[in-house]
């Protein structure tokens, strides 16, 4: 029986990070690599159990976790490139009531933003919550386990970004004001710029 309010959240980190040359989870960040970084935000936040749903370098990031209190999840279809998969697979591992979905390129995420999303969800404001900065939506987002069995069927030219809008009834939006939520990086450039942003962040004192 799953307990009521329990989150489990699921880091999608199986990419091949073509457009980067190289794996972008294995960057320098912040003293540590990208991964550690979003894995040690998501262990102090208000969540119940971090997944690592790996595939391209398994072993790499296998190694790099190895200390740290996570489940990895392999995703065997990584290769076809969609993030689909790679969610799929942590929702059959993960053990809480709703999950909350992060991306392994996007390090600039929040403790607090975080914590905003997991407290509406537990006040029952939505099934599916999303930040969103300037009226656009970011992640992580928090998924109930009730839209689960239909996320799972998904597949083909499916994708989540279609299934969410087939239930608009069961959003809510926390607005935020930080654009980090909308800041993956892909390229090179993409990890200049959330390098930038982070240094800023530490030299102004804002909560990371």
């Not at 199986?14 to 457009?19: I, P, T, V």
């Not at 935000?41 to 790996?54: A, G, K, W």
């Amino acid at each position: 029986m799953t307990n009521p309010g329990t989150v489990s959240a699921i880091v999608v980190a199986a990419g091949l990070s073509s457009r980067m040359g190289q794996n972008k989870l294995l960057l320098p960040f912040d003293g540590r690599t990208v991964i550690e970084h979003i894995v040690s935000v998501l262990l102090e936040s208000p969540v119940d159990e971090v997944l690592v749903v790996t595939g391209h370098q398994h072993e790499a990031l296998a190694q790099r976790l190895a200390a740290w209190p996570v489940r990895l999840v392999f995703n065997p279809d990584y290769a076809q490139g969609e993030m689909l998969s790679s969610v799929q697979a942590g929702l059959r591992a993960a053990a809480g009531a709703a999950a909350l979905l992060a991306l392994g390129d996007l390090p600039t995420l929040e403790r607090g933003v975080i914590a905003r999303i997991v407290a509406a969800y537990r006040l029952g404001l939505g099934s599916l919550v999303f930040p969103s900065y300037q009226m656009r939506r970011g992640h992580p987002l928090l998924v109930d386990r009730s839209h689960w069995t239909a996320i799972l069927a998904l597949g083909g030219e499916q994708n989540l970004r279609g299934y969410f809008r087939s239930v608009p009834a069961g959003i809510h939006h926390v607005a935020v004001d930080s654009p980090a939520v909308l800041h993956d990086m892909d390229t090179p450039e993409q990890y200049q710029r959330v390098l930038a942003e982070q240094a800023r962040r530490r030299a102004t004192g804002v909560a990371v």
